[in-house]
């Protein structure tokens, strides 16, 4: 099989040693907290999903053209990018957009290669406003990553994955490909505790005996994907291992499968978390369901054995109402009550899961969420904190998938995080986006006044020089 050559590129002591040994999976590359650890190219091979890699780490990019051991280093890197077919440009997010950022981002646009903008060390919501200036480098969305401790690599596959060309593209002359063919798959997780009937689940929908069932629990131990087709949509459907508490995870058998359980759900655009009807809710699902809001990825929850069940009515609505209760963060979420065995409910599942696809990946005009924002806050001004006011000014969507807005306020930090909240219930309803994980991010803008107000005898200064200069 091909492998795709990509290369890790940006100034030094960004991440780009870590990110080479997180998608090689393995400590190829020396890492410390010292930037010029790394001198030469180093290959390695990896992957990243199902996509398999050659890898390609490189020195700190450095604005030397001299004889110096820095400009041997810099011309390393420029002879990997001309190696690879795909860049990833690595900044430090916590620091933010340097010139030196700005500088390599002209060397890597005469290049002519394709480039995915990498923020790094995002963790915490610590490079969330180096993320958002990363924009500003033409590359595109930037992908917030922290390799250290590996999360954001769903996002970053999304990305890669984006970059490759579709199979339209490479079958023109096909003439019964068609638009559809090339669309990419939707990438379905079917995920839950042991014996909740996720195996029986996916041989229905594909209608046949793919998967090996049984009444014993634990008898899938890989994630065994299948490629299916459902109205016209091309799917791919992860079956994973059970996930049980980890204080009862104790051979190692079981701690690989859990592992390879919680990778497919990185990757993944919907998890479908299947639940025991007769026994739903256990602590382990609400784990696994915060875990999927983490991930932000979209969530369907699915009560199988549902034949099983008796008042089904209300049980579906005692349901509801403990999901609402015990997620708020994925109110609306929808709800699946099925039966793999008889096939009740079934033709319910899969529009539910395009409709959580679609919803998020929504991308809202900027003039309608504002609109919306004005609105918001009239009917629920922000709360006063230490006397001052948060003024919310301005929002925009920065990325769908999920979707994700940065907020401008005036006193950002003050912002309690119930009135975020308040937010994010409110686009959810406003724009009909039930269940979707929503991120905002406050920041406080630039205010060109402020110069004027904190310190009057510069501004005063500053217009006196003014006035003195000639006019052409």
């Given at each position: 099989?091909?492998?795709?050559?990509?290369?890790?590129?940006?100034?030094?002591?960004?991440?780009?040693?870590?990110?080479?040994?997180?998608?090689?999976?393995?400590?190829?590359?020396?890492?410390?907290?010292?930037?010029?650890?790394?001198?030469?190219?180093?290959?390695?091979?990896?992957?990243?999903?199902?996509?398999?890699?050659?890898?390609?780490?490189?020195?700190?990019?450095?604005?030397?053209?001299?004889?110096?051991?820095?400009?041997?280093?810099?011309?390393?890197?420029?002879?990997?990018?001309?190696?690879?077919?795909?860049?990833?440009?690595?900044?430090?997010?916590?620091?933010?957009?340097?010139?030196?950022?700005?500088?390599?981002?002209?060397?890597?646009?005469?290049?002519?290669?394709?480039?995915?903008?990498?923020?790094?060390?995002?963790?915490?919501?610590?490079?969330?406003?180096?993320?958002?200036?990363?924009?500003?480098?033409?590359?595109?969305?930037?992908?917030?990553?922290?390799?250290?401790?590996?999360?954001?690599?769903?996002?970053?596959?999304?990305?890669?994955?984006?970059?490759?060309?579709?199979?339209?593209?490479?079958?023109?002359?096909?003439?019964?490909?068609?638009?559809?063919?090339?669309?990419?798959?939707?990438?379905?997780?079917?995920?839950?505790?042991?014996?909740?009937?996720?195996?029986?689940?996916?041989?229905?929908?594909?209608?046949?005996?793919?998967?090996?069932?049984?009444?014993?629990?634990?008898?899938?131990?890989?994630?065994?994907?299948?490629?299916?087709?459902?109205?016209?949509?091309?799917?791919?459907?992860?079956?994973?291992?059970?996930?049980?508490?980890?204080?009862?995870?104790?051979?190692?058998?079981?701690?690989?499968?859990?592992?390879?359980?919680?990778?497919?759900?990185?990757?993944?655009?919907?998890?479908?978390?299947?639940?025991?009807?007769?026994?739903?809710?256990?602590?382990?699902?609400?784990?696994?369901?915060?875990?999927?809001?983490?991930?932000?990825?979209?969530?369907?929850?699915?009560?199988?054995?549902?034949?099983?069940?008796?008042?089904?009515?209300?049980?579906?609505?005692?349901?509801?109402?403990?999901?609402?209760?015990?997620?708020?963060?994925?109110?609306?979420?929808?709800?699946?009550?099925?039966?793999?065995?008889?096939?009740?409910?079934?033709?319910?599942?899969?529009?539910?899961?395009?409709?959580?696809?679609?919803?998020?990946?929504?991308?809202?005009?900027?003039?309608?969420?504002?609109?919306?924002?004005?609105?918001?806050?009239?009917?629920?001004?922000?709360?006063?904190?230490?006397?001052?006011?948060?003024?919310?000014?301005?929002?925009?969507?920065?990325?769908?998938?999920?979707?994700?807005?940065?907020?401008?306020?005036?006193?950002?930090?003050?912002?309690p995080e119930s009135y975020r909240r308040y937010l994010i219930n409110s686009i959810r309803q406003s724009f009909d986006l039930p269940g979707t994980p929503i991120r905002?991010?406050?920041?406080?803008?630039?205010?060109?006044?402020?110069?004027?107000?904190?310190?009057?005898?510069?501004?005063?200064?500053?217009?006196?020089?003014?006035?003195?200069?000639?006019?052409?």
């Amino acid at each position: 099989m091909d492998r795709l050559k990509l290369a890790i590129v940006g100034r030094p002591n960004v991440g780009k040693s870590t990110l080479f040994n997180r998608l090689a999976g393995k400590k190829l590359a020396i890492v410390d907290d010292r930037p010029g650890v790394t001198r030469d190219r180093r290959f390695g091979t990896g992957r990243l999903g199902d996509i398999d890699l050659e890898l390609i780490d490189t020195a700190g990019f450095e604005d030397v053209t001299d004889e110096s051991l820095e400009a041997r280093m810099r011309h390393q890197t420029e002879l990997a990018v001309a190696q690879a077919e795909l860049i990833l440009f690595v900044i430090d997010a916590r620091d933010g957009v340097t010139p030196l950022d700005e500088l390599f981002a002209g060397v890597l646009r005469r290049s002519g290669k394709p480039v995915i903008i990498v923020a790094n060390k995002t963790e915490g919501r610590a490079g969330d406003a180096g993320a958002l200036e990363a924009f500003n480098l033409g590359f595109g969305e930037p992908v917030s990553i922290s390799a250290e401790h590996g999360e954001g690599m769903g996002d970053l596959y999304a990305a890669v994955l984006a970059t490759e060309p579709s199979e339209a593209d490479l079958e023109k002359e096909d003439d019964e490909g068609g638009a559809d063919q090339g669309e990419k798959p939707i990438r379905i997780a079917v995920i839950g505790r042991p014996n909740a009937g996720k195996s029986t689940l996916v041989n229905r929908l594909i209608g046949e005996q793919r998967l090996l069932t049984g009444p014993e629990a634990g008898i899938t131990r890989d994630a065994v994907s299948v490629d299916w087709e459902w109205d016209g949509r091309r799917i791919r459907l992860v079956d994973t291992a059970g996930l049980r508490r980890k204080a009862r995870i104790d051979e190692a058998l079981e701690k690989l499968s859990t592992q390879d359980t919680l990778r497919s759900l990185t990757f993944a655009e919907v998890v479908i978390l299947v639940m025991d009807a007769t026994h739903p809710f256990e602590t382990q699902d609400l784990t696994i369901a915060d875990l999927v809001e983490r991930e932000g990825r979209a969530l369907i929850f699915v009560l199988a054995k549902w034949d099983l069940v008796e008042d089904p009515g209300a049980k579906l609505r005692d349901f509801i109402e403990r999901a609402e209760e015990a997620l708020p963060q994925l109110r609306g979420a929808s709800v699946v009550a099925l039966s793999a065995e008889t096939g009740r409910g079934l033709d319910r599942l899969m529009p539910a899961v395009i409709k959580a696809h679609a919803d998020w990946s929504t991308k809202l005009k900027t003039r309608d969420l504002n609109d919306w924002l004005k609105i918001a806050v009239e009917r629920h001004p922000p709360p006063a904190v230490h006397g001052r006011r948060v003024k919310p000014k301005y929002m925009a969507q920065t990325k769908a998938r999920p979707p994700t807005f940065v907020l401008f306020a005036s006193h950002a930090d003050k912002l309690p995080e119930s009135y975020r909240r308040y937010l994010i219930n409110s686009i959810r309803q406003s724009f009909d986006l039930p269940g979707t994980p929503i991120r905002i991010t406050v920041k406080t803008g630039k205010n060109p006044y402020d110069e004027v107000i904190t310190n009057p005898i510069k501004a005063f200064q500053a217009r006196r020089r003014n006035a003195r200069t000639p006019t052409k």
